[in-house]
């Protein structure tokens, strides 16, 4: 079975940008997780979500959005970037998401964005 | 607050010796708990879970409720074991979201 997938691996971008990242997920894989990692903060939850919804959200502004689609991927938006944001953006897909009995996570490689 | 403390930063054995990672945890409700490793150039990924009980490449993890812990052990260390280890959390109660441990690198010298 083909792991996570992330795309683009690397991003550079300047402040004020907004930015896309994608994930796809482990086929079969209903569930969809994002995190931030940074070295001050460490892996962070950012939102989940399961079959096109959004189940569970983190605590981070209103500048951080994300979807799915119907094939279970899922893309995370970011506007009005800010020096902060500059992370490595890590997806997670799972058959069941974390509330179920199937919630092993399984990791992507991440994306590293750099806001300058 | 719910919170995972990972206490050391580093942690640095020689080989063949015992290691104890350590994990607490600040969680009103039932706590389900994992560790999960990331190897140099390797993604995240599932190290062992608590309901599960199992010994995974020689670590095992026991919950104590009492004492809000999740220490990682193995009592021999190998030079592969090297990695960062994270602790894990799911808050069943928010949705089950997940919450990290800040990590704990672990170094096994020869």
């Known amino acids: 079975k083909a792991g996570v997938t992330q795309t683009p691996r690397y991003l550079i971008k300047t402040r004020g940008q907004q930015v896309t990242l994608s994930c796809s997920p482990i086929?079969?894989?209903?569930?969809v997780s994002w995190y931030q990692q940074t070295p001050g903060q460490g892996l962070q939850f950012l939102f989940e979500?399961?079959?096109?919804?959004?189940?569970n959200k983190g605590n981070f502004p209103g500048r951080f959005s994300g979807r799915q689609f119907s094939n279970s991927r899922s893309e995370m938006n970011v506007s009005t970037l800010e020096l902060g944001d500059s992370a490595l953006y890590l997806c997670?897909?799972?058959?069941?998401?974390?509330?179920?009995?199937?919630?092993?996570?399984?990791f992507g490689p991440g994306t590293r964005l750099t806001v300058l | 607050a719910q919170r995972v403390t990972q206490p050391e930063k580093l942690l640095s054995v020689f080989k063949g010796a015992p290691v104890e990672l350590k994990c607490n945890y600040s969680?009103?409700?039932?706590?389900?708990l994992f560790w999960y490793v990331q190897y140099s150039r390797q993604r995240l990924q599932l190290l062992l879970r608590?309901?599960s009980r199992e010994s995974i490449k020689g670590f095992t993890a026991d919950l104590n409720k009492g004492e809000t812990s999740f220490h990682l052990k193995k009592p021999f260390a190998q030079e592969e074991d090297s990695a960062m280890y994270y602790c894990?959390?799911?808050?069943?109660?928010?949705?089950?979201?997940?919450?990290f441990g800040q990590g704990t690198e672990l170094s096994v010298k020869p």
């Open positions: 997670a897909s799972s058959l069941t998401g974390t509330s179920g009995t199937n919630n092993e996570q399984f």
């Open positions: 086929s079969g894989h209903r569930s």
């Open positions: 979500y399961f079959s096109e919804t959004q189940r």
């Open positions: 969680y009103s409700g039932s706590p389900e």
């Open positions: 608590h309901i």
């Open positions: 894990a959390l799911i808050l069943m109660d928010q949705g089950g979201k997940l919450i």
